[in-house]
């Protein structure tokens, strides 16, 4: 579970943002944005991040918070799960990342696959919805995630690496690779396995 000063500094930056969204009263937008910046170096203070970085992403966020949308595709082949190498730590993943406006869920998974592996596929079935937090994922992320698996079938495409990966494999649930625990967890792949070999199991939560 995320430290209890991470939660204060998350909800901080969310009452700060509430009231900047809905206050006309320069004394009241004052005082959010102190707030706000006080979330941050709390953010920054019990991190490695700079708290510019942290203030700056805090400033460019505006409206009702909500927690941020993760999408990832769940591509399998021969019985092998489909994984990439992030460049960021050179840990493996299933491909995807964050859901695009304008987009339904479906295609900006699509997109990602296909923009991180080089496989065109199509998405058949959510298989789980998870929260970040209560996953267990490291390090701490300065929003609240979920994080939406969709089983997907190759339609066409080629092993290509991106911009963003440096290689592009796939696995069988006994040898796994190094994983990117900011991404992926091993439970969460094994449990897709499962998904996998029975199509009839209901969508994970939580």
Not at 22 to 44: C, G, H, P, V, W
Not at 100 to 108: F, R
Not at 137 to 145: F, L
């Amino acid at each position: 579970m995320e430290p209890k000063w991470l939660k204060w500094a998350k909800s901080l930056q969310a009452i700060s943002q509430v009231g900047l969204t809905f206050t006309s009263n320069e004394f009241d937008i004052e005082r959010y944005k102190k707030i706000r910046k006080i979330a941050a170096e709390m953010m920054s203070a019990n991190s490695d991040t700079d708290f510019e970085f942290i203030h700056n992403l805090f400033n460019y966020e505006d409206g009702y918070p909500t927690p941020k949308v993760d999408v990832r595709g769940v591509v399998f082949q021969d019985d092998k799960i489909l994984l990439v190498k992030e460049k960021v730590d050179g840990g493996w993943t299933l491909p995807g990342g964050w859901a695009e406006p304008n987009e339904t869920p479906s295609q900006s998974v699509e997109r990602e696959v296909l923009e991180e592996s080089g496989y065109v596929v199509s998405a058949e079935k959510v298989s789980a919805i998870y929260d970040r937090t209560k996953q267990g994922h490291t390090p701490p992320h300065p929003y609240h995630v979920y994080k939406i698996f969709f089983l997907c079938k190759i339609l066409g495409g080629e092993s290509v690496p991106s911009l963003e990966t440096d290689d592009v494999g796939f696995f069988d649930k006994d040898n796994l690779p190094n994983l990117s625990d900011a991404r992926i967890k091993k439970h969460q792949i094994l449990r897709l396995f499962e998904h996998y070999k029975n199509p009839s199991l209901s969508v994970d939560f939580d």
